[in-house]
């Protein structure tokens, strides 16, 4: 499922008044929709063609700060405008929101008429275009963990984020008694988003105390970023319609586990057949799924930053607690970085572990399609199969455990700038660098706690 409303329906409910309001949303550096909300008549008689923001807002930071060091947007170059072009293919109703409709617009330049290089869904876009190139297309699913709390996000930011209450008591990771008593909120999530055009699959109680999951169907790359970011912000808006909050931080605290998104992928062909597969192979996987993830491995810390993108990220990659350590590859293992799911049938795939519920989709899918690819060019051969617990293995390619050397790596990737380009990926690293310098300026609670008295 995309978008569920073509622009003469869309016309046809301005009229009888039905809808009123328009969102017209792009996706940021963050992962975040950013927008208007048009008047409805106002959006179907102009603005459906484009409309205008700040060149900003793909050059800052979660505060929305103007950070110095950006060549695509300063202040010495006036901040000035792009243009949101609405793909009318993700135009969509959203059921939560009173006669509300929304459309997710991509960015482009508004002199050269160009798109964005470094916007997110540009920078997916460029590798699905690769991949068409080669005759294939992509296969994907990311799966999204969450906190919920008893709290609204208003109380718990008057309180300074302290004193928060997970929804349960105790770790419900399936659990069905305690999750019917947060089925109000996750059937209005589950049901808002599956009348928003995206297909859910289900929600279920994670593995820690008020923590839930939601999966949406397989469906293309492109697709599945633009469904992934619209989960997002329907969690967080159906959560306040119920006077709750939720988190998508990577590591809310120190003594929970973390929150994830596993992105699942594999190729097809144009036709839609299984490329990943070959009934002939060791557990099914193709020479070019062994290539691919070969790539991926290879490539592992230089896409590590899009998967993990801030300093809280690199809290969740801890022994013993589902989120891995070590970047090596698994037949159904979840200790490992990179899993195969669904091996001997037409199914099998990879499920790339590594990446926090904080994640950007777009750029998340992109680099570990550009890895894939770079793998499959390169014939890269498959390193063996690891077996048993990856937490207490010595010696093998481990998960970048911080920001600066994530960056570091992201900063030197032949492969990342061949495929992205070196303009996006330069525009990346200071994204990267600006977290780690905003973060190295700050007193935490911690360093208080632990000084204030005894230093």
Request: net charge negative.
């Amino acid at each position: 499922m995309a978008g569920n409303l073509s622009f003469d329906s869309l016309k046809q409910r301005v009229d009888d008044g039905s809808i009123d309001t328009v969102i017209a949303a792009i996706p940021d550096m963050q992962g975040r929709l950013m927008g208007k909300r048009f008047q409805a008549e106002y959006f179907v008689s102009t603005a459906w063609k484009e409309t205008h923001c700040c060149n900003y807002l793909v050059a800052t930071d979660m505060e929305m700060e103007t950070v110095a060091g950006y060549k695509a947007s300063s202040w010495d170059a006036g901040y000035g405008d792009y243009s949101m072009v609405p793909d009318m293919a993700t135009l969509r109703v959203l059921p939560w929101a009173d006669g509300t409709a929304l459309v997710i617009c991509d960015l482009v330049d508004h002199h050269t008429h160009e798109l964005v290089p470094h916007a997110p869904r540009t920078v997916l876009k460029k590798q699905l275009q690769r991949l068409e190139a080669m005759g294939l297309s992509s296969a994907v699913a990311t799966e999204l963990e969450f906190f919920v709390f008893r709290e609204d996000f208003e109380s718990l930011r008057d309180a300074d984020y302290t004193d928060m209450t997970t929804i349960s008591p105790y770790n419900e990771d399936y659990h069905l008694f305690q999750t019917a008593k947060e089925e109000p909120l996750m059937r209005g999530i589950r049901t808002g988003l599956q009348g928003a055009g995206v297909a859910v699959e289900n929600t279920k109680g994670e593995a820690c105390a008020g923590q839930a999951e939601i999966n949406v169907c397989y469906t293309g790359g492109l697709e599945m970023a633009d469904n992934h970011v619209l989960v997002k912000q329907a969690v967080k808006e159906i959560a306040l319609q119920h006077e709750r909050a939720v988190t998508f931080m990577a590591k809310w605290d120190t003594d929970a586990a973390g929150s994830s998104s596993h992105v699942h992928q594999s190729l097809q062909t144009l036709e839609g057949e299984p490329a990943f597969y070959d009934a002939d192979a060791p557990y099914g996987m193709s020479e070019l799924m062994r290539h691919y993830l070969a790539g991926l491995l290879a490539h592992a810390d230089d896409i590590t930053f899009f998967l993990a993108p801030y300093v809280n990220s690199y809290k969740r990659f801890a022994e013993a607690t589902f989120a891995p350590t070590k970047a090596v590859w698994s037949m159904d293992n979840r200790t490992a970085g990179y899993r195969i799911v669904a091996p001997d049938t037409a199914s099998v795939r990879v499920e790339c572990r590594v990446g926090g519920a904080d994640l950007n989709p777009y750029l998340a899918i992109a680099a570990q399609l550009a890895a894939g690819i770079k793998g499959i060019e390169d014939k890269l051969t498959l390193e063996p199969e690891f077996s048993g617990n990856a937490y207490e293995e010595e010696g093998i390619r481990e998960v970048p455990r911080t920001l600066r050397a994530a960056t570091d790596a992201l900063r030197s990737s032949s492969m990342l700038r061949e495929a992205l380009g070196d303009a996006v990926v330069d525009h990346y690293v200071r994204c990267a660098e600006w977290e780690q310098e905003d973060f190295d300026r700050k007193v935490t609670d911690y360093e208080r706690r632990r000084g204030f008295e005894r230093a």
